[in-house]
């Protein structure tokens, strides 16, 4: 079964009765799935109807997914303390399982096409959004052949494991300088803490000294 078919049969049947293990969230527009499945393929499907239904669908799945990334966010920030970037967006054209398959999700390569900038295509000259629709297959696939670099640092990599290792260091980078932050952030919260309380205890102590004089006097 390809890929669409085995989305599409997701789509058609009612969000509860798919697994949880699959299914990510759901509302009436859309469904979120885990990625199991690799690539939706209807991006050029979809852009072959009328220009107005499609950017309809488009803000649809924006706006649902935008939900879907807070939430994984939210997630994050729970179980590790910090956010890693989250991507919303459509493969240039069917990706299949090469060894390039890291550069279909490269931010910044071309071959992931950010939903923004999708949505922004309707708003542009006509000729620039006839032009970016045609979706050329060839031109897209050209870019995953392109050698594998960081996405963070820019750095090229010789071969996936190599590259595994250095995304596990770009992760741990961010982690430690984010559990430093919280840690800085907690410190100067509990020093501000402890003024206030010194502070009132100052006020306290000022006050008996007043207090004692009358007595002395
Ligand atoms: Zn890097």
Redesign the pocket.
Known sequence: MSNLFILRNYAQKAPSTIPSSILFSSSARSITIYDRIDGLESLKTLLTHDKESAKDVLSALNEDAQGVKLEIEQEMQKRYGFKWSIWIGFHGAPSMQTKKHYNSFHPKLGFFLHIDDVLSWFDSEPSYYNEMVKLDQKAYEKLLKEDLV?W????QMKNIPTLKA??Q??WDKVSKREKGRTERKRKLEEKQTSEIGDHSMDQHAEKKVKHDDEYTS
């Open positions: 960081c963070k640092c820019e750095a250095h995304l260091e770009e």
